[in-house]
């Protein structure tokens, strides 16, 4: 079973426009930790946001926050005020605890269009 | 800005060379990873580091691939002899092993294409 699920392969956006990209995870283990990379098209994966499995808070980093629903075990990413630089794929990761080797299991990405 | 740093960022060989790819992970960080991604596979993991030490690289075809860690500076990943299906992006990650913590930072990759 896929542990990181991200449902939407392709996305068009209006620029200026909120965006939601959709993370879903399964883990049995209560402590993990949710990452959201960036990967424009110049090839480079640039780190977003994290969100631990016991913060109460929603993660925020400028114009990115995650939508953390553990009861769900979904882990959002929402950009709000989309810009054409924002035009990249987006990659959902997840950590658990119990796996002391420190790997990411990742999701297969969801490629973000912003139009102008 | 600390940052990690590969070289080179772009390899075009011939079936059969050796390649070498380098990678200067963030000062402080004691993890390692290497990562190769292609369109049909994704994001694959190759071998990764802790302290120096090799923890896994059961990703890495053995007979050709390698990966060394000579000191806190420098990672290494080798293919000998490299064939045409080697041909990806090849990342490497730095980060920093704690409970809390899981970050990996991301080089600009080595582009590789072996004809």
């Known amino acids: 079973a896929q542990k990181i699920t991200q449902t939407q392969p392709g996305m068009f956006v209006q620029e200026k426009e909120a965006v939601t990209l959709d993370c879903t995870y399964d883990t049995s283990d209560q402590s993990y930790g949710l990452f959201w990379y960036k990967q424009p098209s110049s090839g480079e994966m640039i780190f977003l946001i994290y969100q631990g499995s016991y913060d109460e808070q929603n993660a925020t980093e400028g114009r990115y926050s995650l939508n953390f629903q553990k009861a769900r075990k979904s882990a959002n990413l929402v950009i709000s005020a989309s810009q054409l630089g924002d035009s990249a794929m987006y990659f959902c990761?997840?950590?658990?605890?119990?796996?002391?080797?420190?790997?990411?299991?990742w999701g297969a990405g969801t490629k973000l269009i912003i139009k102008p | 800005d600390a940052r990690v740093t590969q070289t080179p960022r772009h390899k075009v060989t011939e079936m059969g060379q050796e390649v070498t790819m380098r990678c200067q992970p963030i000062?402080?960080?004691?993890?390692v990873f290497w990562y190769r991604q292609t369109m049909m596979q994704g994001l694959e993991l190759l071998a990764y580091?802790?302290?120096?030490?090799?923890?896994?690289d059961s990703g890495m075809p053995k007979d050709r691939f390698s990966a060394e860690m000579p000191d806190a500076t420098l990672a290494t990943l080798k293919i000998q002899p490299s064939e045409p299906r080697d041909s990806a992006v090849y990342f490497c990650a730095s980060g920093l092993y704690g409970p809390l913590s899981g970050t990996q930072y991301f080089g600009p990759g080595t582009r590789l294409t072996v004809l």
């Open positions: 000062l402080g960080h004691n993890t």
């Open positions: 580091f802790r302290n120096r030490a090799p923890l896994d």
């Open positions: 990761a997840m950590r658990e605890a119990m796996d002391s080797n420190y790997q990411l299991i």
